[in-house]
């Protein structure tokens, strides 16, 4: 297997890492509660994907800590 004759550089290898970055999910609103989604998902507020009641979405009971 072949070995570099010389060591690269920190600059050449930063170089070739500029473009890994993280990028901000794409956001839509939900055509039904008009929330922020992300796109092609079941609406966590409402339950509805594409206009059909997909998920029954309730409230949260919450315990009593005694």
């Known amino acids: 297997m072949p070995l ?3 060591q690269h550089s920190k600059q050449r290898g930063r170089k070739r890492r500029t473009h890994w970055k993280l990028r901000t999910p794409k956001m839509s609103a939900c055509p039904q509660c008009a929330k922020p989604i992300l796109s092609h998902r079941v ?8 206009g059909v009641q997909i998920v029954q979405v309730g409230r949260v009971k919450e315990h009593k800590h005694e």
Do not use: T
């Not at 609406?43 to 594409?50: L, T």
């Open 4 to 6: 570099p004759k010389r």
């Open 43 to 50: 609406c966590p507020f409402c339950g509805h994907y594409k």
